[in-house]
T-cell receptor
């Protein structure tokens, strides 16, 4: 079945350094890929999404490129800010899959320190 | 307004007792979802309503019930809580079920069963 694999656990960075959170996926079909971000005590919110190979959507300084050849959708930012500290979920969703459900990875907790 | 509200935010329940979690949205979305999130696990879809049609995942079919009395509200009901139900329950809504459609999440209801 479809699945998403993310950088596991906690990623700790110093403010100003680049961010890269890994996401790879397995899917029978060609899916949409999403990044959701959840700040402490808040709801998960959409950060980015993509369906098109090699396109790079950007939002709030974050970007991610869907590479279908390597089944990857890594999240990047050139310079981490303290406010980027949050839980990041990579997720996929297929046209035509059972229930069209959004399938999540386990999440990566990003902690940015001064 | 893109708010999804969940009540209660925290629930302490005794083993064997029923639990009812409520979700509401004011975006006139036709689809509402319930996800379960346990520590060190990915959020897992339990069920969703498309309009008035309930779709339950096969592996949780008998464990959870739900109702949607109107477009704005959706409940998640556990008839007899067990320890394994302790988790964060996330409600979400979307307009339609297209694979690229954004899900809007609530802040979650944390259930602890003792």
């Amino acid at each position: 079945g479809d699945s998403v694999t993310q950088t596991e656990g906690l990623v700790t960075l110093t403010e100003g350094l680049p961010v890269m959170l890994n996401c790879t996926y397995q899917s029978t079909y060609s899916p949409f890929l999403f990044w959701y971000v959840q700040h402490l005590n808040e709801a998960p919110k959409l950060l980015l999404k993509s369906f098109t190979d090699n396109k790079r959507p950007e939002h709030q300084g974050f970007h991610a490129t869907l590479h279908k050849s390597s089944s990857s959708f890594h999240l990047q930012k050139s310079s981490a800010q303290l406010s980027d500290s949050a839980l990041y979920y990579c997720a996929l969703r297929n046209y035509g899959s059972s229930g069209n459900k959004l399938i999540f990875g386990i999440g990566t907790l990003l902690s940015v320190k001064p | 307004d893109t708010t999804v509200k969940q009540n209660p935010r925290y629930k302490l329940a005794r083993v064997g007792k029923p639990v009812n979690l409520i979700c509401s949205q004011t975006m006139n979305h036709d689809t509402m979802y319930w996800y379960q999130k346990k520590p060190n696990q990915a959020p897992k879809l339990l069920l969703f309503y498309y309009d008035k049609i309930l779709n339950r995942e096969a592996d949780t079919f008998e464990k959870f019930q739900s109702s949607r009395p109107n477009n704005s509200f959706c409940s998640l009901y556990i008839g007899s809580a067990g320890l394994e139900y302790s988790a964060m329950y996330l409600c979400a809504s979307s307009r339609g079920q297209g694979a690229g459609n954004t899900l809007y999440f609530g802040e979650g209801s944390r259930l602890i069963v003792v």
